[in-house]
């Protein structure tokens, strides 16, 4: 392998998944860490850790040039982005490439062609892999309610630089589009310093669906099967599983099909997830967008091929083939993954930091934890709130969710608050255990079941 050294330019659960893979494959490690972090779980399993700032992101680890002072000063080769952060910041491949440092991830311009969302449409549109119905870039509430009046309500706005649920809002009636479309492009422009935004038709029933693929610098391009993410609030990701069961096999295998071809005409190095919306009601799917980085659900896709991403991750940008061809990807079972926070539902998800006096992870067959977490350790007010991610796999999703149930039942967690009572009661839902639910679901059960938070004033 071309590398020897590797700085971990991330925090948390990632930091430590990439530390280990570096250790797995012979690899020295560097964690990259802010004041708060000094004394992290991260900071102790790597061969060395290096301060870049204070507690605030914006002056530690989202600051370029800190990260490549780091890297260079650590005698590090290349920087692993993990997931977050800069994950997708093109400025950082580029940044390395100036220094002699290799980025583990895709190329600055694949980075970017992915990044904005209406140039991925367009790509996807020319590859014919069908694309949700929707504008080119709207710039004024006059122009988009022309649209919306066209396409026929309820439509969606999105940020044209859009990620992580930011700058998505649903618009039901011609009423409210102005004072949305406002909104939309302030949240829009306050994330990511561009205040572009398009529309989309709204599909009421749908399910969040997203190809894992590979590709080294041979040209060689793999898929590794599919996840469902349709659990989620806010558009952030709850629970998922692999392999997609409510998926029709014709159209899973043409989700994979569009998705190892989008990878391929770009010529993708690294791992990236394609992400598709599948209307139930038509068994149409549609290209959403392209994430060009390791995503937090990796491990389902991981416990059902065996394949290890991130190992994968480093090897590619070691200047290593895949060392597989499609025909070699194997799947075995069914894994579902469940994000716990360090929240409160019962009051609106309200973030919950402190320190965790008592930690008492589960343990069983076919059950798996990603964490950073320990006895002992404050959870900082200043990151998300993910504290780790509980995955589970059995023979088939039968045995998997009850192995998930089994895990979250026996999970001891003091000091803090935390979801797993919701997410015990969404993975035993009978809805969600028969399959009945889409992107909507958690949202409308919440208000089925959940008190409203209470406000003050």
Not at 77 to 92: K, R, V
Not at 348 to 369: A, C, E, N, V
Not at 419 to 443: C, H, K, Q, S, Y
Request: net charge negative.
């Amino acid at each position: 392998m071309g590398l020897s050294r590797v700085l971990v330019a991330n925090r948390g659960e990632i930091a430590v998944r990439v530390i280990r893979a570096c250790r797995a494959l012979g690899l020295e490690s560097v964690a990259a860490v802010s004041v708060p972090d000094r004394d992290s779980l991260a900071a102790r399993l790597a061969d060395r850790a290096v301060c870049i700032g204070p507690a605030r992101a914006a002056d530690s680890y989202l600051r370029v040039p800190a990260l490549i002072a780091a890297a260079v000063g650590s005698g590090a080769d290349a920087i692993h982005p993990g997931y977050g952060f800069l994950a997708e910041a093109p400025e950082l491949a580029e940044a390395c490439a100036e220094h002699d440092l290799t980025f583990v991830g895709p190329r600055a311009d694949s980075i970017r062609q992915m990044g904005n969302k209406l140039q991925a449409r367009e790509m996807a549109r020319q590859l014919g892999v069908p694309t949700v119905p929707g504008s080119k870039r709207v710039g004024a509430a006059s122009e988009a309610a022309a649209v919306a009046e066209e396409m026929g309500f309820p439509v969606l706005f999105k940020a044209a630089a859009g990620g992580g649920g930011r700058g998505i809002k649903i618009v039901s009636e011609p009423t409210a589009l102005r004072s949305v479309f406002e909104i939309a492009a302030a949240e829009a422009r306050a994330a990511f310093g561009d205040d572009s935004l398009y529309l989309e038709r709204y599909i009421p029933n749908a399910r969040h669906v997203e190809v894992q693929v590979l590709g080294d610098r041979f040209g060689s391009v793999v898929h590794v099967g599919e996840r469902d993410c349709s659990l989620q609030r806010r558009y952030q990701k709850i629970v998922e599983e692999a392999p997609a069961s409510a998926v029709p096999a014709p159209v899973r295998e043409a989700l994979q099909a569009a998705a190892a071809t989008l990878a391929r005409e770009m010529r993708y190095e690294s791992a990236g997830t394609v992400e598709f919306i599948f209307d139930q009601d038509t068994d149409q799917f549609y290209f959403l967008e392209m994430n060009t980085r390791i995503q937090v659900e990796h491990p389902v896709t991981e416990m059902i091929t065996g394949i290890d991403l991130v190992q994968a991750q480093l090897r590619i940008a070691g200047g290593e083939p895949l060392g597989f061809r499609q025909n070699d990807v194997r799947f075995d079972g069914h894994a579902v993954e469940c994000r716990i926070t360090a929240e409160a539902p019962e009051q609106g998800f309200r973030p919950s930091p402190g320190t965790i006096t008592t930690w008492i992870p589960p343990q069983g067959p076919g059950l798996r934890l990603d964490t950073h977490c320990y006895a002992g350790y404050t959870v900082p007010p200043y990151y998300d709130s993910l504290l780790a991610k509980l995955i589970a796999h059995g023979d088939d999703r039968r045995e998997a969710l009850a192995r998930l149930a089994e895990g979250l039942a026996a999970f001891t967690v003091r000091g803090v608050e935390t979801n797993i009572p919701f997410l015990r009661a969404l993975v035993e839902d009978p809805d969600f255990v028969a399959g009945r639910v889409n992107t909507r679901w958690v949202e409308e059960r919440q208000r089925r079941t959940l008190p409203a938070p209470e406000t003050v004033g």
